[in-house]
């Protein structure tokens, strides 16, 4: 069972940056894609960003391209995702989740969330 615990969310102003964190059980990270999903109020569920488990391949959703970073560490089986030029429409449920295929729509499992909040 893989399990997943984020963490760094809080309350940033509009241009600021926030670094969000996510744990993995053991091995995850060497064997599962890990990925960045945010759900707003009213608003579906959508990809953040994502990253193979060996690192050499990764997807952005579009809103976020050019802002965001996503990047791992085997060693702490923990995935990064660095989030710059905070918009207000970033504001959202972060939620942290794996699959053993990077390139799905819907992951298997699913941390918690941790609420981003940006505000002007």
């Known amino acids: 069972q893989v399990q997943l615990v984020e963490s760094g969310g809080g309350l940033v102003q509009a241009g600021g940056s926030l670094r969000l964190s996510c744990a993995a059980s053991e091995h995850t990270f060497s064997t599962y894609a890990m990925g960045w999903f945010r759900q707003a109020p009213g608003k579906e569920r959508e990809l953040v960003a994502a990253i193979s488990w060996s690192g050499g391949s990764t997807k952005y959703g579009d809103s976020v391209r050019g802002r965001f970073t996503i990047s791992g560490d085997n060693a702490k089986n923990t995935v990064y995702l660095q989030m710059n030029s905070l918009k207000l429409e970033d504001t959202a449920v972060y939620y942290c989740?794996?699959?053993?295929?990077?390139?799905?729509?819907?992951?298997?499992?699913w941390g918690q969330g941790t609420q981003v909040t940006v505000s002007s």
């Open positions: 989740a794996a699959d053993r295929n990077l390139w799905k729509a819907v992951y298997t499992y």
